[in-house]
């Protein structure tokens, strides 16, 4: 079973930027679709990027245009770029294997990891 790890997290300020990496243990190549989804105190896990083994992307409005996924096969893994950042923003962040409901959600499929802490401070 292919084990996800979330790096690059930590503390900045309004306005500041952020890179993300996932790191997979095994190819991510053929993988149907990787997200990245945040967990907010007091609110539920939420999809805020993902990305399609065609290289498609979808973003909530939330973070739409200034949130950037994207992958390397190469080097399995999965990349989100966040910048504008604000408080809201704030949360532990997980990447997961993702699959769409019939309704058009975003969910993980997998294991969820340790994620990685943002703080985004005014």
């Known amino acids: 079973q292919v084990q996800l790890v979330e790096s690059g997290g930590g503390l900045v300020q309004a306005g500041g930027s952020l890179r993300l990496s996932c790191a997979a243990s095994?190819?991510?190549?053929?993988?149907?679709?990787m997200g990245w989804f945040r967990k907010a105190p007091g609110k539920q896990r939420e999809l805020v990027a993902v990305?399609?083994?065609?290289?498609?992307?979808d973003y909530p409005d939330s973070v739409k245009g200034r949130f950037a996924i994207s992958k390397d096969n190469a080097k399995n893994t999965v990349y989100l770029q966040m910048n504008s950042l604000t408080p809201e923003d704030t949360g532990v962040y997980y990447c997961?294997?993702?699959?769409?409901?019939?309704?058009?959600?975003?969910?993980?499929?997998?294991?969820w990891g340790q994620g990685t802490q943002v703080t985004v401070s005014s």
């Open positions: 990305i399609t083994r065609g290289g498609s992307t």
């Open positions: 095994g190819s991510i190549f053929s993988i149907n679709a």
């Open positions: 997961n294997f993702a699959a769409r409901t019939f309704g058009g959600n975003w969910y993980g499929t997998g294991s």
